[in-house]
């Protein structure tokens, strides 16, 4: 392969990872129902911090006519919120030139080949990171999570009793995530109950009866297990606008390199990119959880503060099941 022919490989691979990646962005932004948005942001350092005012305790009093007297001043306070910067990388891909000119393959569909399957990489790290940072601060707050009783499996009752924890700001959930399994007992639950919960001609739950959408991954960010590979938890998402926000930080960089020594001339690509996560109504601790957090920091429930006043201007809330 002629270097001239590896500027195209190079360019043929960049451009399937970025359009690929732009394509999936506006049409999962748009099935989430706004719940995890994917967007562009050059951030700069390892947190992007934002600052907006905390809702005031106690705002309101009863005011007597016939007395008087000092009332006491509530202070108007701000609170901050932090993202925070996540290295990702492929590891290193290497083939054989030889082995496109043997079979008289065009390089230019290996580039879109590996194009496509590096960018629903990364686009599964953002989703996986995302849900594995919102379980972890999820269930560490506590107050949004509902537990079905007695180890039952996912109902539409334990989605709504699920949403209950947000009270009256129940309606800003906007979606379920959700793995597979809890999905089909809901189709389980679904296909003996007389009620309508299924579009004509289809097994396929469309929502929960409120309107909220059901986004389905088999991410591994959903379930874990308790004791044993047979007993396991089920974890299901539900989001507000704006629950969850990955920012591409539009740093994606990536080298080919060719090396002698073998049998055959070897050529190797490798990528690395970073990204923003943040919750809302939650900030990343930067001196526990610190900088460039591994996934395993990530999905440390400690590492997220709540600073919203109410977990009601927060993400979301979780419901367990098995």
Known sequence: MAMSNMVVFD????RTITETIAQQTDLFNAASNGAI?????????????????????????????????????????????????VAGGTVPIAWNPSQFSWIQQNQELAGVVIGEQVAKGIFADYLNSGLKAARAAMVNQGSVEY????????????????????????????????????LHDLYDAALTNTAQLFSFGTVQVREDGFGRRFVVTDSASLYGAVSSPDVTDYYTIGLTENGIIIEDNG??????????????????????????????????????????????????????DKTATSVKNTAGVIVRSR
């Open 147 to 182: 537990i079905v009783p007695s180890q039952g499996t996912l109902t539409l009752n334990g989605l709504n009793r699920g949403a209950q924890k947000f009270g009256d700001a129940a309606p800003m959930i906007r979606a379920w995530v959700m793995h597979s399994t809890p």
């Open 11 to 14: 360019d043929f691979l960049y």
């Open 37 to 85: 948005t994917l967007r562009t942001q050059a951030n700069v350092g390892d947190f992007s911090k934002t600052a907006s005012f905390s809702e005031i305790s106690g705002l309101m009093r009863r005011r007597d006519v016939y007395s008087s007297g000092a009332v006491g001043p509530v202070a108007l306070a701000m609170m901050q919120e932090a993202s925070v910067k």
């Open 251 to 304: 740093d994606f960089f990536s080298n080919t390199e060719t090396s002698n020594g073998d049998e055959n001339i070897t050529r190797t690509w490798q990528a690395e990119f970073t990204f923003n996560l943040g919750l809302k109504g939650y900030t990343w601790d930067t001196g526990n959880g610190g900088k460039s957090p591994t996934d395993t920091e990530l999905g440390t429930g400690t590492n997220w």
